[in-house]
């Protein structure tokens, strides 16, 4: 198991979380397998920037993007050179310290797609 330090979020985790990930997972899965329910509109198929994270610690060892996250990402509300969509993530050997953005952009639900 790999450890995933979630930051506070004042809705999802008011007080942070840490949990535990099985590596091969997504980081989306994980969070809400551990009750901190982030938002995957396109349930987890990269067609949305609902699940977008910051990486703050452990970012270096993720494989990069492929082009289609990349592409959404351009998208996402408070984009940072560490932004990930979580649907994309693969839970690895390294531990990880996530913060979820304040807010989200649900392409479908704002009547942008």
Known sequence: ?????????????????????????????SLIENDIYIEHACEMSCACTTCHVIVREGFESLPPAEEE????????WGLEPQSRLSCQVQVGDTPLVVEIPRYTINMAREGKH
């Open 1 to 29: 198991m790999t450890q995933i330090i979630v930051l506070p979020h004042v809705e999802l985790c008011p007080d942070g979380s840490v949990i535990e990930a099985k590596p091969g997972q997504s980081v989306c899965e």
């Open 69 to 76: 996250e990349e592409d959404l990402l351009d998208k996402a």
